[in-house]
């Protein structure tokens, strides 16, 4: 499933598509958003926004489009006029003079007011998000250490979007590793440097994914690439000590980690 980093790297791409191009056609599969076809014509998509697995669309009236893929949702970027042939189908479809963007298979979408946005349920429930500009490490020690917070196991605390949106499994357990922590590990057992490492990773390691993922060496400006030390890797040799990665179950979601360096 993709996670926060994957998510915005979407939305970077349907912006380049249409971002600050007036809307030449817009559709709607839902029929409580068919209204809103002909208002958007001639708005334009002033930038996208990501929190957690939510994209929010903001056009230049005011209004939003909030859409979460939960697990078959995909966005897709098309040339104006074009229909891709697909067994998809098709939700929202918001067109410009020269491209496309087509949203396919997810059912959890609305067209909110400003004040709607504001008091959207999913919204209302996610934690900050990881690839936020804003949210520094300090605000990150700050909620491990909070009351909510401090008591809950790492495993289920690094899946939870209420303590921090767009964090998912393969981050969980790219960042436990870095830290050279254990799932079972609790914020409120650990020094005051074992919890700058961890605050500083819970953002550092999502950011390098979302900059560097899957786009080769030409991007070694960013100083370094994301790739995976520990998920997917069981029975390899563990970079740091030569341990054996091992491979198990942990919040219902396959979890993997060196037993010998992470303790």
């Not at 002909?38 to 056009?59: C, D």
């Not at 709607?116 to 500009?133: E, I, K, M, S, W």
Request: glycine share 8%; with cysteine; proline share 4%.
């Amino acid at each position: 499933m993709p996670e926060g980093p994957e998510i915005r790297r979407a939305a970077d791409t349907l912006e380049a598509a249409i971002k600050g191009q007036p809307l030449t056609d817009a559709w709607f599969a839902f029929e409580r958003l068919k209204a809103f076809e002909t208002a958007l014509v001639g708005q334009r998509v002033t930038h996208i926004e990501t929190r957690g697995k939510a994209m929010l669309t903001h056009f230049s009236g005011g209004l939003t489009l909030y859409s979460h893929n939960q697990l078959y949702g995909v966005w897709r970027v098309v040339n104006a006029g074009e229909e891709p042939q697909t067994t998809r189908v098709l939700r929202v479809r918001l067109q410009t003079a020269t491209k496309a963007i087509l949203l396919y298979s997810a059912s959890d979408i609305d067209m909110l007011t400003p004040e709607q946005l504001a008091t959207q349920p999913f919204l209302q429930r996610v934690g900050p998000d990881v690839l936020d500009p804003t949210l520094t490490e300090a605000d990150v020690r700050e909620r491990l250490l909070s009351k909510r917070f401090r008591q809950r196991q790492f495993s289920g605390l690094l899946l939870d979007q209420a303590f921090l949106a767009g964090l998912g499994n393969y981050l969980r357990v790219e960042i436990l590793w870095a830290c050279g922590l254990a799932a079972t590990h609790k914020a409120s057992q650990l020094t005051d440097e074992q919890l700058g490492n961890l605050a500083h990773e819970l953002l550092a390691i999502p950011r390098l994914s979302w900059q560097t993922r899957g786009q080769g060496d030409e991007n070694k400006h960013h100083g370094a690439l994301f790739r995976f030390k520990v998920f997917h890797r069981a029975g390899k040799a563990c970079e740091r000590c030569g341990g054996v990665i091992e491979k198990t179950m942990m919040s219902s979601r396959p979890f993997y980690w060196c037993p010998q360096c992470q303790t």
